[in-house]
Antibody
Framework: EVQLVESGGGLVKPGGSLRLSCVAS????????VSWVRQAPGKGLEWVSS????????YDADSVKGRFTVSRDNAKNSVFLQMNSLRPEDTAVYYC?????????????WGQGTLVAVSS | SSELTQDPAVSVALGQTVTFTCQGG??????ASWYQQKPGQAPLLVIY???SRPSGIPDRFSGSNSGDTASLTITGAQAEDEADYYC???????????FGPGTKLTVL
């Protein structure tokens, strides 16, 4: 059974940092790209960052570029999101999602999410 | 434009057919994928590619694409289909992704 489990969320002050983790199981982790997608309270889904299967290619949304860094450790079946210079507008549930990549990609498995709250 | 647009809300009588639309320039090049999200739950993939359903998704869900518009149809809507529905695709850069704002479905 494919599973993605996020952790690391919490309450942090504006300007602070947080590191999210996503541990995968049930599939060959090193064969898949993974994305982080967030959802602010009462709002829609927003793609945040993507890391390729081998970790070589990384893409970030303009809203987080220069502040967030995605990485992965295939030996530990894990993806990470280092979030720096956090702002109140970064408050959201953060999901990791497996990408079924190709010319027409889609996100076929999602974790349950971890809540990040940025407030003084 | 890299954005996707969706109607904010639609309603359907129990057992009737409802269609969601998703419009955006990127859809001329890339198929949309569709996600169902119920309150307090993670999104669930319901349609991907030209018109494919993941295992476990009922066949009342179907998708289509034409020009800059993708559509998701539920034929014979059930009470359990009440949820938010999001479309997604690559954006014009090709290596970023974009989600539509979502459509809230009410089953009457």
């Amino acid at each position: 059974e494919v599973q993605l489990v996020e952790s690391g969320g919490g309450l942090v002050k504006p300007g602070g940092s947080l590191r999210l983790s996503c541990v995968a199981s049930g599939f060959t982790f090193s064969a898949y790209d993974v994305s982080w997608v967030r959802q602010a309270p009462g709002k829609g889904l927003e793609w945040v960052s993507s890391v390729s299967s081998g970790g070589t290619y990384i893409y970030d949304a303009d809203s987080v570029k220069g502040r967030f860094t995605v990485s992965r450790d295939n030996a530990k079946n894990s993806v990470f999101l280092q979030m720096n210079s956090l702002r109140p507008e970064d408050t959201a549930v953060y999901y990791c999602a497996r990408e079924n990549s190709g010319y027409h990609p889609f996100f076929d498995y999602w974790g349950q999410g971890t809540l990040v709250a940025v407030s003084s | 434009s890299s954005e996707l647009t969706q109607d904010p809300a639609v309603s359907v009588a129990l057992g009737q057919t409802v269609t969601f639309t998703c419009q955006g320039g990127g859809l001329r090049s890339y198929y949309a994928s569709w996600y169902q999200q119920k309150p307090g739950q993670a999104p669930l993939l319901v349609i991907y590619g030209k018109n494919s359903r993941p295992s476990g998704i009922p066949d009342r869900f179907s998708g289509s694409n034409s020009g800059d518009t993708a559509s998701l149809t539920i034929t014979g809507a059930q009470a359990e289909d009440e949820a938010d529905y999001y479309c997604s695709s690559r954006d014009s850069r090709g290596n970023h992704y974009v989600f539509g704002p979502g459509t809230k479905l009410t089953v009457l």
